[in-house]
């Protein structure tokens, strides 16, 4: 083997091994997520099977015999691969509320009646029937059954939108001025701004509740709201600084050269070309005020936010960990579609095409 094909060998090997390196690693990352992600739609019964299942089942098998109090409903388990009895009993009503909330699947009492009146009449020991899951049963459950979860998501909603506002209007001038304007103190206060986030959000909040509750402000979204626009604003400023300092000042001059005011040369020129800085801001903004969930414990009490709710539901719900992983991915669900939005704008802060 001569020396230039030792060192094509030794070129693809390194490469195999940085790919192989870097395809585990997005394994590792994506493995929770799919692991939440198949749990929301798990059964109760398949949730608190061992193994786990890493794939929800789209049927529920039965076998239904004559028992000692009624009918014997046996269901399929798909790892010890045999039916097992789950069920003895006459009630339909019983026998429904089992087989929706236990298995996920959705059945009526007549559907039930129509199988028992087929094993007395077949004259059979048994008979086997299949029913389709309802894979959205959990996400169904948990906003039925979850306290307050449709009004604690618009609520959350309703806070993230005024954070981004509160914390792009404040931070976005300040970044404006840090990047136009020599003042003395400048660096000494640029680097204050970031000083609150130093401190953990509980030291912040505790605080927080006096002052909320003397400007009648507790328990209210704006309240809420000003809270995480305390931290939003200081990295705001950062970021709108670095975008704006990056814009030549000699744009906006050559546009008043031109008649424009100089809110219309920011507006028209400046503006656009900051947008991408501006949407990083907001995404930061949004995740952080919609994942908040201790400062939100502190400062809330009859009006929770959905992170709460979601919380609250972790721990109150015994034996439900699939409901709670449902809300988790309903949480997850805006910051998703909120970071598609702006995907375009943050693509050309990182010098990407715009799609």
């Known amino acids: 083997m001569n020396r230039k094909t030792k060192k094509t060998v030794y070129k693809a090997v390194k490469e195999t091994i940085f790919y192989l390196f870097v395809t585990g690693l997005i394994g590792a990352m994506l493995l929770p997520v799919y692991f939440i992600i198949s749990l929301s739609f798990l059964s109760t019964r398949e949730a608190y099977r061992y193994p786990l299942p890493l794939v929800p089942a789209l049927q529920t098998k039965f076998e239904m015999t004559h028992g000692e109090r009624g009918y014997l409903l046996s269901v399929y388990d798909r790892v010890e691969k045999d039916y097992q009895t789950v069920l003895d009993t006459s009630e339909l009503e019983k026998m429904e509320v089992y087989i929706k909330s236990q298995l996920g699947t959705s059945i009526s009492q007549e559907e039930i009646q129509a199988e028992m009146d ?59 001025a840090f990047a136009r304007y020599i003042f003395k103190g400048k660096d000494a206060l640029k680097f204050s701004v970031l000083f609150v986030r130093m401190f953990p959000g509980v030291a912040i909040a505790l605080p927080m509740v006096i002052i909320l509750a003397k400007a009648n402000l507790y328990d209210e979204p704006l309240g809420l ?54 949407a990083a801001s907001a995404m930061y903004t949004f995740l952080g005020a919609w994942n908040e969930t201790v400062g939100a414990i502190i400062l809330t009490q009859f009006k929770p936010t959905f992170s709460v709710v979601v919380y609250q539901t972790l721990l109150g719900a015994s034996g439900q960990v699939n409901l709670a992983a449902a809300g988790g991915i309903a949480m997850a669900l805006p910051a998703v579609f909120f970071t598609f939005f702006i995907r375009r704008y943050i693509n050309q802060m990182w010098g990407g095409v715009t799609v």
């Open 118 to 176: 087929r094993l007395d009449d077949s004259g059979e020991d048994s008979i086997f029937f299949t029913k389709p899951r309802n894979l959205l049963y959990n996400y169904d459950t948990f906003f039925k059954v979850t306290r307050d979860a449709v009004p604690a998501l618009i609520r959350s909603l309703e806070i993230a939108a005024l954070t981004i506002l509160i914390s792009i209007t404040i931070g976005g001038l300040a970044g404006y």
């Open 225 to 278: 709201s000003l809270i995480y626009s305390v931290g939003a604003i200081g990295l705001t400023i950062w970021i709108t600084a670095s975008i704006f300092m990056g814009i030549p000042e000699s744009l906006e001059q050559a546009a008043q050269v031109f008649g424009a005011t100089k809110f219309q040369a920011f507006m028209r020129i400046t503006f656009p070309l900051a947008l991408p800085g501006l």
